[in-house]
């Protein structure tokens, strides 16, 4: 059902190791999803407080530190359901 809902194409940008100068390598993909530009100050994995520039919502597992539309992904959360299946979740941006 919240495929449905998922209107938007973005670029997502995935950690796939580091190169000889220790700069991070990405592959790189488009997903499905929603993006909502809002802004919102949160606490971050590290326990600091930053401002969240959007969220997205999609069905793909994302991780911390990867990029969205060139986004750094700062936090995850999702949404399970009754039966114990996650049905959607969402990333801070």
Same mark, same amino acid.
């Given at each position: 059902?919240?495929? /449905?809902?998922? !209107?938007?194409?973005?670029?997502?940008?995935?950690?796939?190791?580091?190169?000889?100068?220790? +700069?991070?390598?990405?592959? +790189?993909?488009?997903?499905?999803?929603?993006?909502?530009?809002?802004?919102?100050?949160?606490?971050?994995?590290?326990?600091?407080? =930053? =401002?969240? #520039? !959007? =969220? =997205?919502?999609?069905?793909?597992?994302?991780?911390?530190?990867?990029?969205?539309? /060139?986004?750094?992904?700062? #936090?995850? #959360?999702?949404?399970?359901?009754? /039966?114990?299946?996650?049905?959607?979740?969402?990333?801070?941006?």
């Amino acid at each position: 059902m919240l495929s /449905d809902y998922l !209107g938007q194409i973005c670029t997502l940008k995935y950690k796939i190791g580091t190169n000889t100068y220790n +700069e991070t390598i990405y592959e +790189e993909r488009e997903i499905a999803c929603r993006l909502v530009d809002k802004f919102k100050v949160i606490t971050n994995s590290k326990g600091e407080e =930053v =401002v969240s #520039s !959007g =969220v =997205v919502q999609c069905v793909e597992h994302i991780k911390t530190g990867d990029l969205i539309n /060139d986004r750094k992904v700062i #936090s995850v #959360s999702y949404m399970t359901g009754l /039966d114990g299946v996650v049905g959607y979740r969402g990333y801070l941006l």
